[in-house]
């Protein structure tokens, strides 16, 4: 058996184009940040097209614009929610079970058009589906992904607002599309008032 080998260079949005065109059944997306590219791209899917996506919901991702909160409640609507995994890398875009992508490109309109990424297509049927199943499973992960529904996405809103306003000026204008963003650090009376403006769970989680 032979294979065709395909690899996929910058600009990574023609591929993904092409291939959300053709797609009849399932659309799946893993990537750990998100950006209003990808639910822009989503409005060209037929309405009885499954989407599903897992990615991140870190609180300080979303405060410093890495990821985009309100892309990822969109996709949500359309998904009838997102699979989350806080330690999630990967970027894999698989089009039904005839296709696949396997980047380094983050679906947000830098990773698509203006960082300089490489990935490798997977076209074996086989391969594609197994693929598809180790994305729904978080590949491989323990504890498995949490489905995270367009309520509480919404809930994250506030929070995320607060501590963006809490955060140094510098830090709130990064890129979105930063692969490590820096870690935030708070002084302990920021830190203080930050958790006693939350109230519930998320205080107590804090």
Not at 5 to 23: F, G, H, Q
Not at 66 to 81: E, M
Not at 146 to 172: C, F, G, M, N
């Amino acid at each position: 058996m032979r294979f065709l080998l395909m690899i996929v260079v910058s600009p990574s949005d023609t591929w993904l184009k092409e291939a959300v065109a053709d797609c009849t059944k399932s659309f799946s997306v893993a990537s750990p940040y998100i950006g209003s590219y990808l639910a822009t791209l989503a409005k060209r899917l037929e309405h009885g097209v499954q989407l599903t996506v897992l990615t991140r919901t870190v609180l300080s991702e979303f405060a410093t614009r890495s990821s985009d909160l309100d892309a990822v409640i969109k996709l949500a609507r359309r998904a009838g929610g997102v699979l989350s995994l806080s330690s999630l890398h990967a970027k894999t875009y698989i089009v039904d079970d005839r296709r696949a992508l396997i980047t380094s490109a983050n679906a947000t309109h830098s990773g698509m058009h203006r960082n300089w990424e490489c990935g490798y297509q997977l076209t074996d049927k086989s391969n594609v589906r197994t693929l598809r199943r180790m994305l729904l499973h978080g590949f491989g992960s323990t504890p498995p992904p949490q489905l995270w529904t367009v309520h509480d996405l919404y809930e994250l809103q506030e929070p995320v607002e607060k501590l963006r306003s809490a955060l140094p000026r510098p830090v709130v204008r990064l890129s979105a599309d930063i692969e490590t963003p820096r870690r935030v650090q708070l002084h302990r009376k920021e830190y203080s008032r930050l958790v006693h403006s939350f109230s519930g769970w998320l205080q107590l989680t804090l």
